[in-house]
């Protein structure tokens, strides 16, 4: 079975907590599942980890884990995306988990909100 190649942001209002907290879940959700994975945060300290153009390009899916409009969303207009709430993330990480492999198989530039 081939790996799932995700990308994901993630970023709060306060861009401190939550933002690395939900990081964290995402990369651990990421080993248990066996994903490849690629995070962004935009917090406090500025924007970490930067996806590039390049990885867009071979990415499965975009995990955008946010309360907040986060910078540069116009890179992922054509990608597939799954959008979501920090807060709920953090509070049941299942409901994406439920959705990744639809939302990979979904025509490009199609979005699921959580």
């Known amino acids: 079975m081939t790996k799932l190649n995700v990308l994901a942001i993630t970023s709060c209002v ?9 990081a964290e879940r995402l990369a651990k959700l990421a080993k ?11 917090g406090a ?3 970490d980890s930067v996806i590039e153009p390049h990885d867009i390009e071979v990415a499965d899916v975009v995990i955008i884990i946010s ?5 540069n969303r116009e890179r992922f ?3 597939r995306c799954i959008e979501m709430d920090i807060s709920q993330f953090l509070l049941d ?3 994406l ?3 990744i492999n639809r939302a990979s198989k979904s025509p490009y530039g199609a979005c699921i909100k959580l």
Do not use: D, F, R
């Open 67 to 71: 309360n907040v409009n986060i910078k």
């Open 45 to 47: 300290l500025g924007i």
């Open 93 to 95: 990480s299942s409901k």
């Open 32 to 42: 248990q599942e066996n994903w490849l994975i690629k995070i962004e945060t935009q």
């Open 14 to 22: 306060g861009g401190v907590a939550h933002t690395y907290m939900a």
């Open 97 to 99: 988990l439920n959705v």
């Open 77 to 79: 207009n054509k990608s």
